[in-house]
DNA sequence: TAGAATGTTACAGG
DNA sequence: CCCTGTAACATTCT
C-alpha cells in the first residue's frame, strides 16, 4: 500500500520506536509469499539489536548489529500495526517482537505483503539516491515506446515509483500519462526529472506533518495528493480531473498534460 | 454491489 | 532472447 514517502514516515517512526531494542521473535502467521521459513528468520536474528531502520525502494529494511537485515514489503493492500494492541488483527502475514514486550504486527488481506529475510539491493537507482541522475532517467526513456506512465514504475528499471505518485508527479511536469516515453523531448525529462525529486521530497514533508493515530502506522493518505485523489474533482488550478483505466490500475490527469 | 485498490509476477504473443 | 500487454493473486472498502 505505501509508497516512497510514507515508507520514509514509517522507517523513521520503527527506528525511533525500536532502535536499541534487542530481537525476541518473529512469527510467521501467512506464509504464501515468505520465502525464508520462521526457523530462519529466528536463528539469524536471534539475540541481535535492532541497529538502523531504512528504505530501499519501496522496501523497509530493519538492520540488525550481527549483519542480518530483516526486509519488509507492504505490497497492494498491507497494514502495520503497533504491539500490544486492542484492535482487531484480521489476516496477520507476520509478528515481529523484542524482549521488552514491544513490537509491530503486520497485516494484509490479499495475503502478498511479506518480511524478506537478507533482501537483495539490485544496483537500480532509488528514486531519492544519488545514483538517479536526469541523465539515467533520460537513458531509461529513450530506449522503450511503453507509455511513460508504465516506464516510470518499472522497479527494475528505477525504484520507487507507485501508480499514485506516478500521477502526482506527472501532472506536476505537465506530461501525459499516454505520452511514448521515447518521444519526450530532452527539457521535458528534465522537468519530470524535477518533479521526481520535489514531488517525493514535498509529499514526505506533509506526511511528516500528519497528527496520527500512534498505534496504526499511515500507509495511505490522499489528502495531500493533488489529482490521484477520488475526493477531487479538480486540480489545484480548477481543472477537471480525468481518469482512464491503463492496463490494470487506474490513471487521474487533467487535459493541459502534454501528450508526446 | 460490482469494481477498484499507493504491487508484483508469470505467461502469451510478436 | 527481447519487448510488450494482460491477467491473476484474495480480501476489504466504497
Known amino acids: 500500500m505505501p509508497e516512497v514517502p510514507e515508507l520514509n514516515i514509517v522507517g523513521i517512526t520503527l527506528q525511533k520506536k525500536f532502535k536499541g531494542q534487542k530481537f525476541k521473535r518473529i512469527e510467521i502467521l501467512w506464509k504464501k509469499r515468505v520465502k525464508a521459513s520462521e526457523e530462519e528468520f529466528n536463528e539469524a536474528l536471534q539475540g541481535s539489536t535492532l541497529k538502523s531502520v531504512d528504505r530501499n525502494g519501496k522496501e523497509l529494511h530493519l538492520h540488525f548489529d550481527n549483519g542480518n537485515v530483516l526486509g519488509i514489503h507492504m505490497m497492494l493492500t498491507g497494514k502495520m500495526i503497533l504491539l500490544p494492541t486492542d484492535l482487531s488483527l484480521r489476516n496477520p502475514i507476520f509478528e515481529l517482537t523484542f524482549d521488552n514486550g514491544s513490537g509491530i504486527i503486520v497485516l494484509d488481506g490479499m495475503g502478498q505483503a511479506k518480511p524478506i529475510l537478507n533482501p537483495e539491493v539490485p544496483p537500480i537507482p532509488d528514486i531519492m539516491g544519488d545514483d538517479f541522475t536526469e541523465e539515467y532517467l533520460a537513458k531509461v526513456l529513450s530506449k522503450t515506446s511503453i507509455k511513460v506512465k508504465d516506464?516510470?514504475?518499472?522497479?527494475?528499471?528505477?525504484?520507487?515509483?507507485?501508480?499514485?505518485?506516478?500521477?502526482?508527479?506527472?501532472?506536476?511536469?505537465?506530461?501525459?500519462?499516454?505520452?511514448?516515453?521515447?518521444?519526450?523531448?530532452?527539457?521535458?525529462?528534465?522537468?519530470?526529472?524535477?518533479?521526481?525529486?520535489?514531488?517525493?521530497?514535498?509529499?514526505?514533508?506533509?506526511?511528516?506533518?500528519?497528527?496520527?493515530?500512534?498505534?496504526?502506522?499511515?500507509?495511505?493518505?490522499?489528502?495531500?495528493?493533488?489529482?490521484?485523489?477520488?475526493?477531487?474533482?479538480?486540480?489545484?488550478?480548477?481543472?477537471?480531473?480525468?481518469?482512464?483505466?491503463?492496463?490494470?490500475?487506474?490513471?487521474?490527469?487533467?487535459?493541459?498534460?502534454?501528450?508526446?
Open 151 to 260: 516506464a516510470i514504475q518499472r522497479q527494475d528499471w528505477i525504484r520507487g515509483i507507485g501508480n499514485a505518485y506516478a500521477d502526482e508527479i506527472l501532472w506536476h511536469c505537465k506530461i501525459s500519462p499516454f505520452s511514448a516515453s521515447k518521444n519526450i523531448p530532452q527539457d521535458k525529462v528534465k522537468d519530470l526529472y524535477n518533479s521526481i525529486r520535489t514531488v517525493t521530497r514535498d509529499a514526505t514533508e506533509e506526511l511528516a506533518k500528519l497528527k496520527t493515530n500512534d498505534d496504526v502506522f499511515v500507509m495511505e493518505n490522499n489528502d495531500h495528493r493533488f489529482v490521484h485523489n477520488p475526493k477531487r474533482k479538480t486540480s489545484p488550478e480548477g481543472e477537471p480531473i480525468q481518469s482512464a483505466k491503463m492496463g490494470n490500475t487506474k490513471a487521474y490527469y487533467t487535459e493541459s498534460q502534454v501528450q508526446y
